[in-house]
């Protein structure tokens, strides 16, 4: 009979971007350039902060090896104009059968 051990992966990693609505198509761009599948990795909102201005949150699930090279290159390109930050998701667990 077989058996379905977890397999423990790397835990998925949040990027959120938080930035003023002009920049979402130049954040888009670059976005699509750094990560293999942005369009399904990637969420999109618009927003009308405090003091009425429009602004986007970006909010993109990415593995650790994509975390690193995409953080680095946001922050090099968009760091006086955006709000960058990580944070871990929920671990993933994925069971596989053993013969």
């Given at each position: 009979m077989k058996q379905l051990i977890?397999?423990?992966?790397?835990t998925p990693v949040r990027i959120e971007i938080l930035s003023s609505a002009e920049n979402?198509?130049?954040?888009?761009n670059d976005l699509n350039d750094?990560?293999?599948?942005?369009?399904?990795c990637?969420?999109?909102?618009?927003?009308?902060?405090?003091?009425?201005?429009?602004?986007?949150?970006?909010?993109?699930?990415?593995?650790?090896?994509?975390k690193q090279n995409t953080w680095h290159q946001l922050r090099l390109k968009h760091a006086t104009d955006c709000y960058i930050s990580a944070d871990p998701t929920e671990l993933s667990i994925e069971p596989i059968l053993i013969p």
């Amino acid at each position: 009979m077989k058996q379905l051990i977890p397999i423990k992966r790397r835990t998925p990693v949040r990027i959120e971007i938080l930035s003023s609505a002009e920049n979402t198509s130049l954040l888009h761009n670059d976005l699509n350039d750094m990560l293999v599948d942005a369009s399904s990795c990637c969420e999109y909102l618009g927003y009308v902060d405090k003091d009425g201005s429009t602004g986007v949150k970006i909010e993109c699930i990415v593995s650790e090896e994509e975390k690193q090279n995409t953080w680095h290159q946001l922050r090099l390109k968009h760091a006086t104009d955006c709000y960058i930050s990580a944070d871990p998701t929920e671990l993933s667990i994925e069971p596989i059968l053993i013969p």
